[in-house]
């Protein structure tokens, strides 16, 4: 998708994956108008970040100059999370969540 019309959409007010789809085959219908070479790569995180251990955004993002106080964020979103699973009305214990990126964090990571 080209800069100008934003490239990325994902987590944006007023951007919808129709919207999106619209553009990828516009860009696709003039790169074959023009008989150029069209190529669509295709990416879910999702599955990939349900297993990030939650050392690993906390050690690299001072390498990228984040803030103290943004560093802090993360930490809070990534440690003492907790969760309980409930089938028929019966909880299990509550565990420690030790993996897995919540969807706000992801989104300002893939910013």
Known sequence: MRPERGGHSGFRSSY????????????IRGALDNTKLAVLVLLDFNSALNSVDHGIPIRTL??????????DWFHSC??????SVKTNDVSSDWFDITAGVPE????????
Do not use: H
């Open 16 to 27: 919808s994956t129709v919207g999106a789809l619209l553009n990828i085959r516009e860009d």
């Open 78 to 83: 990534l440690f003492g999370r907790q969760q």
């Open 62 to 71: 001072p390498a990228v100059n984040i803030s103290s106080t943004g560093l």
């Open 104 to 111: 706000a964090a992801y989104s300002l990571l893939s910013i």
